[in-house]
């Protein structure tokens, strides 16, 4: 893993001499924007390819989720992934059992989905993690699989495994990706937010020793900052470009 982060580090140079020399720095001055852009499109393209090799019939389902779930860090990728493809797969079970179930009462059926993607967002409005994306997908999915199929009942369980397989495709193929192609580790992003939180935290800490007035913005800025560390240590379990140590490390520096 050490040698593909050498890797990593001197193609990211190597790229930003390229780009200071051919365009202006306001397109191509963020060498890691473009990195990230070229695995994503790289992904796609990826699983486009697959899905039409398996000859499903919806590869732009494949297309946008590789998109969706493309996150600038190995971890971010792989943890909302996860929570999409348990999102979808919880989605479309739920209209395979309510569809077929009330398919001779159009408007009772039409009440029980709603119902669920109700459900659903009110489970993500309780879940204040990255998790809650899961309880969004079922309900969404829900609604993309369930509604169409209110007038064509028998096409529900076609449309929902294309459904799945479609998502599927589109998050392994990202997930294979971002995870080997030059991983972008998430450690970096962590630490320097981390050092910036610590440093408002003495400071205030000193200011108040030492009888300043309180700014009133700081203890909002001290609050956001927590909350952004918060965000970022649910992707550090699955931040596989970290060695299990370094990321059993950082959760409980964290917690």
């Given at each position: ?7 990593h ?6 790229i930003?001499r390229w780009s200071g020399r051919?365009?202006s720095?306001s397109?191509?001055?963020d060498?890691?924007a473009l990195?990230y ?7 796609a ?6 899905a039409?090799a ?5 590869p732009?389902?494949a297309?946008?989720t590789?998109?969706?779930?493309s996150?600038?860090?190995?971890g ?5 992934s996860?929570y999409?493809l ?27 989905l ?5 459900f ?14 899961a ?10 699989i369930?509604?169409?199929?209110i007038a064509?009942?028998g096409?529900?369980?076609n449309i929902?495994l294309?459904?799945?397989q479609?998502?599927?495709?589109g ?5 294979l990706?971002h ?15 981390l050092?910036?939180?610590l440093?408002a935290?003495?400071?205030r800490?000193a ?12 203890p ?9 560390l ?6 550090i379990p699955?931040d596989?470009a970290l060695?299990v ?7 409980a520096?964290?917690d």
């Amino acid at each position: 893993m050490s040698t593909l982060t050498s890797h990593h580090s001197r193609f990211l140079h190597a790229i930003s001499r390229w780009s200071g020399r051919i365009a202006s720095p306001s397109l191509l001055s963020d060498a890691h924007a473009l990195l990230y852009s070229v695995r994503s499109f790289a992904a796609a393209m990826l699983a486009y390819y697959v899905a039409l090799a398996i000859g499903l019939e919806r590869p732009s389902w494949a297309i946008i989720t590789v998109y969706i779930v493309s996150q600038t860090s190995v971890g971010a990728s792989l943890s909302r992934s996860l929570y999409r493809l348990a999102g979808t797969v919880a989605g479309a079970g739920a209209t395979v059992l309510i569809v077929p179930t009330f398919v001779n009462t159009p408007i009772l059926c039409s009440v029980i989905l709603a119902g669920w993607i109700t459900f659903c967002l009110y489970l993500s409005l309780l879940e204040r993690t990255p998790r809650a994306y899961a309880f969004v997908l079922a309900g969404y999915t829900a609604s993309l699989i369930g509604f169409p199929a209110i007038a064509d009942p028998g096409t529900v369980f076609n449309i929902a495994l294309i459904r799945v397989q479609e998502i599927a495709i589109g998050i392994v193929c990202a997930a294979l990706i971002h995870r080997y192609i030059l991983p972008a580790r998430i450690s970096g992003l962590f630490n320097s937010k981390l050092a910036q939180t610590l440093h408002a935290a003495r400071q205030r800490i000193a200011d108040t020793l030492a009888g300043k007035a309180d700014a009133q913005s700081e203890p909002l800025h001290l609050a956001l900052a927590l909350q952004f560390l918060q965000g970022i240590s649910h992707h550090i379990p699955y931040d596989f470009a970290l060695s299990v140590p370094a990321r059993q490390a950082r959760k409980a520096l964290h917690d």
